[in-house]
């Protein structure tokens, strides 16, 4: 007879084997600036794309077997596709299209042998930055509303507390982008490598990402029909120009604001004279014959 194995035992290693595997790619991000939504992923490959377009105003991004994700993506253009015309264009939204992708990850990771090793975000820009959309789909079906911003893949914890000291609301291309790459560049921490994916695995050193190695694309609020497109070549270099020289002025500017605090201390303690172990000089209380006051 086949040994009896729990189902809790089951979806327990189905789960382990999944965010082991996920562990071990590298992490993405996608977070809202005034214009848009910006999607950013390590990706030196041309040919395999992590994000791209789903309908109008809505992008798909993620992170694993690219196989399995790949097939994601196209089940979800036609899913958006056939809503939209059967129905109308207005009726495809992220939420839809997020708790379809939920639906379909959750019966794959509840009957099959072997769950998808892929994370996912569906991302849709409004017409103001109240309206925008993100959210993050993991292998076994749940699904996250993220507010502002979101991390997904390997290390998505420690580069969304990266993320977060450098995400505030209103920011421009430039600052998105910028912030994107210093959550991206974070050295991990010790002990804590990505795997063959990781390129500071050490935990000492942060690694510098150039356009050759990234994957940018935006939602752009400001077009009217379709939204999205891709950020190559020499604009992505310029982008990648501006948001480091940005950062490395407000860096040199908080050092000198550093400096300047710390200034009057440096002058208030030379003027204070360091105290001393001699007795105090002066008249002794003595009375008028030498001898010692009572």
């Given at each position: 007879?086949p040994?009896?194995?729990?189902?809790?035992?089951?979806?327990?290693?189905?789960a382990d084997?999944?965010?082991s595997?996920?562990a071990?790619?590298?992490?993405?991000?996608?977070?809202?600036?005034?214009?848009?939504i910006?999607?950013?992923?390590?990706?030196?490959?041309t040919s395999?794309?992590?994000?791209s377009?789903?309908y109008d105003?809505?992008?798909f991004?993620?992170?694993?077997?690219?196989?399995?994700?790949?097939?994601l993506?196209k089940?979800?253009?036609?899913?958006?596709?056939?809503?939209?015309?059967q129905?109308?264009?207005?009726?495809?939204?992220?939420l839809?299209?997020?708790?379809w992708y939920?639906?379909?990850?959750?019966?794959i990771?509840?009957d099959s042998t072997k769950?998808?090793e892929?994370?996912?975000?569906?991302?849709?820009?409004?017409?103001?930055?109240?309206?925008?959309?993100i959210?993050?789909?993991?292998f076994?079906?749940?699904?996250s509303?993220?507010?502002?911003?979101?991390?997904?893949g390997?290390?998505a914890?420690?580069?969304?507390?990266?993320?977060?000291?450098?995400?505030?609301d209103?920011?421009?291309?430039t600052?998105a982008?910028g912030?994107?790459?210093?959550?991206?560049?974070?050295?991990?921490?010790?002990g804590?490598?990505?795997?063959?994916?990781s390129?500071a695995?050490?935990?000492?050193?942060?690694?510098?990402l150039?356009?050759?190695?990234?994957?940018?694309?935006?939602?752009?609020?400001?077009?009217?029909h379709?939204t999205?497109?891709?950020?190559?070549g020499?604009?992505?270099e310029?982008?990648l120009?501006?948001?480091?020289?940005?950062?490395?002025?407000?860096?040199?500017?908080?050092?000198?604001?550093?400096d300047a605090?710390a200034?009057?201390?440096?002058?208030?303690?030379?003027a204070?004279?360091?105290?001393?172990?001699e007795?105090?000089?002066?008249p002794?209380?003595s009375?008028s014959?030498g001898?010692?006051?009572?």
């Amino acid at each position: 007879m086949p040994f009896y194995v729990s189902p809790e035992q089951i979806m327990r290693d189905k789960a382990d084997y999944a965010a082991s595997r996920i562990a071990r790619i590298r992490p993405c991000v996608a977070l809202q600036y005034s214009g848009g939504i910006l999607m950013v992923a390590p990706n030196p490959s041309t040919s395999r794309h992590k994000i791209s377009e789903l309908y109008d105003r809505i992008a798909f991004a993620a992170g694993g077997r690219y196989n399995e994700y790949e097939a994601l993506r196209k089940a979800g253009v036609t899913y958006a596709d056939i809503t939209g015309y059967q129905f109308d264009r207005r009726d495809v939204t992220a939420l839809g299209l997020a708790n379809w992708y939920a639906q379909t990850l959750g019966g794959i990771f509840t009957d099959s042998t072997k769950p998808y090793e892929v994370e996912i975000v569906v991302a849709e820009v409004g017409l103001t930055p109240d309206n925008d959309q993100i959210y993050r789909i993991t292998f076994d079906g749940s699904v996250s509303d993220e507010p502002g911003f979101v991390a997904f893949g390997g290390q998505a914890d420690q580069v969304a507390a990266a993320l977060k000291e450098h995400f505030h609301d209103g920011m421009t291309l430039t600052e998105a982008l910028g912030a994107a790459l210093a959550a991206l560049s974070a050295p991990p921490a010790k002990g804590t490598g990505s795997g063959s994916g990781s390129s500071a695995g050490n935990g000492t050193q942060a690694t510098e990402l150039n356009a050759a190695q990234l994957e940018v694309a935006i939602l752009d609020r400001a077009r009217a029909h379709r939204t999205f497109r891709y950020l190559r070549g020499p604009r992505l270099e310029e982008l990648l120009a501006e948001s480091r020289a940005s950062a490395s002025a407000t860096a040199t500017a908080s050092a000198g604001d550093a400096d300047a605090d710390a200034a009057p201390a440096a002058q208030e303690a030379e003027a204070t004279p360091p105290p001393s172990d001699e007795p105090p000089t002066g008249p002794t209380s003595s009375g008028s014959d030498g001898s010692p006051r009572l």
